[in-house]
T-cell receptor, first 116, second 114 residues
């Protein structure tokens, strides 16, 4: 069964500094996708970045990068040059590509607070 | 382009009642998924629909049902509401089901069951 673990309930970072949010996953399927979403207090889940299990390079999207270590089954999110607007909940999610469905399995999230 | 829209934004119901939540996907997206997010947890998958057919179902009781319409919008119905159904209900759309497509979420419907 698929499982996503986020061990950091809360993280603090100084404005303009970089921060790493941890995510480990467990699956026996060779094909899967890993996602990070941001959820502000308004509730909407905002897509940040995607990494496919067969991708050779780590994904990057602007200030977001995904540190993908397949052998360790980890997919950490790195946010560079933190901004006050980055304060939110961050969820790591995995999609099982084998079933033909598109459902995501989410971790419990990490609350990031950016300090001015 | 408009994102995923959901209605209503907030809803208060009492135990035993029935509720219908609505979702309109991004234009061009044919797949809609529903998730339940209880306070303090990550979203949990409820249903996925693609081309009006159910493609996946999560571990939820039969009180939960959904459907997709020819214009790809979707409804989630919950019967015989329980206090534990209080949650944020999120709808997500993608171009197709499976195939590596990213899901984009709407703002959610906050349901409170008293």
């Amino acid at each position: 069964a698929q499982k996503i673990t986020q061990t950091q309930p809360g993280m603090f970072v100084q404005e303009k500094e970089a921060v790493t949010l941890d995510c480990t996953y467990d699956t026996s399927d060779p094909s899967y996708g890993l996602f990070w979403y941001k959820q502000p207090s308004s509730g909407e889940m905002i897509f940040l970045i995607y990494q496919g299990s067969y991708d050779q390079q780590n994904a990057t999207e602007g200030r977001y990068s995904l540190n993908f270590q397949k052998a360790r089954k980890s997919a950490n999110l790195v946010i560079s040059a933190s901004q006050l607007g980055d304060s939110a909940m961050y969820f790591c999610a995995m999609r099982d590509d084998q079933t033909g469905a598109n459902n995501l399995f989410f971790g419990t999230g990490t609350r990031l607070t950016v300090i001015p | 382009d408009a994102g995923v829209t959901q209605s209503p934004t907030h809803l208060i119901k009492t135990r035993g009642q029935q509720v219908t939540l609505r979702c309109s996907p991004i234009s061009g997206h044919k797949s809609v998924s529903w998730y339940q997010q209880v306070l303090g947890q990550g979203p949990q998958f409820i249903f996925q629909y693609y081309e009006k057919e159910e493609r996946g179902r999560g571990n939820f009781p039969d009180r939960f049902s959904a459907r997709q319409f020819p214009n790809y919008s979707s409804e989630l119905n919950v019967n015989a509401l329980l206090l534990g159904d209080s949650a944020l209900y999120l709808c997500a759309s993608s171009k197709i089901a499976g195939g590596g497509e990213t899901q984009y979420f709407g703002p959610g419907t906050r349901l409170l069951v008293l």
